[in-house]
């Protein structure tokens, strides 16, 4: 049965994911490869057609160049990379498609708050794909 959202409860789990694998290997993935998954995000969460195609890009830029700019990571920094993208995904998205007069900001505090807590799940999940698939 489908679901109606009023409001925005669910983490974007492709960003998630993304974002993991992004800052697993930042080898595994493109530069260009935020713009067909952000399309596809567009297609499936109603947002106004190309803005999670430039949101999710600006993102993948932005870590990219704070990748270059710092000498090591640990999984600290990448959770808080991930979070400020996530924040800045999430914000600008909000500011894209719903009005200012719409009170949705509680909600998306919310989105914010579980999709940063989920983080480490996705990049545990990434972890594994990637040493099965290095198995093999």
């Known amino acids: 049965m ?9 983490p974007p789990f ?7 694998w992004r800052l697993h290997r930042a080898d595994a993935l493109r530069v260009w490869a935020p713009v ?3 399309f596809v995000d567009d297609l499936v969460s109603g947002q106004p057609l190309g803005s ?10 932005a870590i990219d ?9 640990d999984f600290w920094q990448d959770w ?12 600008a998205g ?8 719409a009170h949705v900001d ?3 505090l919310m989105q914010i708050i579980v999709t940063t807590a989920l983080f480490p799940l996705a990049y545990q999940l990434a972890l594994r794909l990637d040493r099965d698939s290095a198995r093999r």
């Open 2 to 10: 489908p679901l109606v959202a009023t409001f925005p409860f669910l």
């Open 14 to 20: 492709g960003l998630l994911m993304l974002l993991a």
């Open 52 to 61: 999670a195609m430039l949101l999710w890009t600006l993102c993948f830029l």
């Open 106 to 108: 509680t909600a998306l």
């Open 80 to 91: 808080l990379m991930a979070a400020g993208g996530i924040g800045f995904v999430l914000i």
């Open 94 to 101: 909000r500011l894209l498609a719903s009005p200012f007069s």
């Open 65 to 73: 160049v704070l990748d270059t700019r710092l000498v090591w990571r």
């Open 36 to 38: 067909p998954l952000g």
